[in-house]
């Protein structure tokens, strides 16, 4: 994960050659910049950092060492947006997560992912099959469940996604269940359908967090379609999917700043165990080498 990311940030670094002088750190922004920008992240999140580093390399003193600093810091604080990260478990079990995005993001998959995250936590999880739009959903929820060993919650006697989440919710309240994970429905582009719907199971669901599925693949559309999500239901967080499929990987670094909610987690692969935990201190370490 992060491999071009990283190659490009490594190679902009060794190339910086210090003078302490001014020519010296426009020439080494110049090359962050440049690496910053091929592995596509945002312009207005690179133009912001450039800024930072360049202010607080001036403030400390130019020099390779107060240049790094900067940079690290700066970083630093572009992906720590909102504090929380990884999994965050209610004060009372069972914690329940809701977790939304367009179909075909890896919603489901990612659903799966995360079943399999907590139950090699030693957690408890049920997973909650309320995506009654997309046909092979509930299925694919089922192979999945069975896959990763954890409880699937389904009834396809109904078509209505609140009476499914309001019934397993009974079941969960009443059992040993740590984690309630509830898969909703996605559609190709959000509509005042999917939001309807959306916002009638977050009310029955009452969850502890909101999470957004966004597709990597689709660059700054998952930043558009995450920013319209946290507009309407309200989101607490982002779980980045198809990472290994993003040929530069930059959406990463400015996805928490652009969609002011944090990134959580990081899918990169199809196979359930292809989930990584999003913190940004490992992730500056990666970069910076
Ligand atoms: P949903 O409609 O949002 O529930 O999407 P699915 O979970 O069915 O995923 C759509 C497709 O994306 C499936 O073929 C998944 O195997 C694939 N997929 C999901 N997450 C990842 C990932 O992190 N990497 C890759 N390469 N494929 C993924």
Redesign the pocket.
């Known amino acids: 994960m992060f491999d071009i990311l990283t190659d490009s940030f490594t190679n902009a670094i060794k190339k910086i050659r210090f003078n302490d002088d001014d020519k010296a750190l426009t020439k080494a922004l110049d090359e962050l910049k440049k690496s910053l920008l091929r592995a596509d992240v945002n312009h207005k999140v690179v133009k912001d950092l450039i800024f930072k580093v360049q202010i607080e390399t001036k403030k400390n003193g130019i020099g390779k060492d107060q240049f790094l600093e900067a940079l690290r810091n700066a970083l630093y604080e572009l992906l720590e947006i909102g504090g929380n990260r990884g999994f965050v478990f209610a004060s009372k079990p069972p914690t329940v997560i809701l977790m939304t995005?367009?179909?075909?993001?890896?919603?489901?998959?990612?659903t799966a992912k995360l079943a399999n995250y907590l139950k090699n936590k030693q957690k408890k999880v049920m997973v909650v099959a309320a995506?009654l739009q997309?046909l092979a959903?509930v299925e694919?929820l089922r192979q999945l469940t069975q896959q990763v060993g954890v409880e699937l919650y389904e009834d396809e006697s109904t078509k209505n996604p609140v009476e499914v989440v309001t019934a397993a919710l009974k079941k969960a309240n009443s059992g040993i269940y740590d984690v309630v994970l509830i898969?909703t429905a996605?559609r190709l582009a959000i509509d005042n359908e999917l939001m309807d719907e959306l916002e009638a199971v977050k009310y029955a669901a009452n969850p502890s967090e909101i999470f957004y599925?966004a597709d990597s693949m689709t660059g700054q559309d998952a930043i558009k379609t995450a920013t319209a999500f946290k507009e309407k239901i309200g989101i607490d967080g982002v779980i980045l999917?198809?990472?290994?499929?993003d040929s530069k990987g930059g959406i990463a670094l400015g996805l928490s700043s652009q969609v002011q909610v944090p990134l959580r987690f990081i899918?990169?692969?199809?196979k359930i165990e292809?989930l990584e935990v999003f913190l940004p201190e490992r992730v500056v370490n990666r970069l910076m080498g």
Not at 105 to 110: E, H, V
Not at 241 to 245: L, T
């Open positions: 995005g367009l179909q075909g993001s890896g919603k489901t998959t990612t995506d997309r959903a694919q898969d996605g599925v999917s198809k990472y290994d499929g899918g990169s692969g199809e292809d």
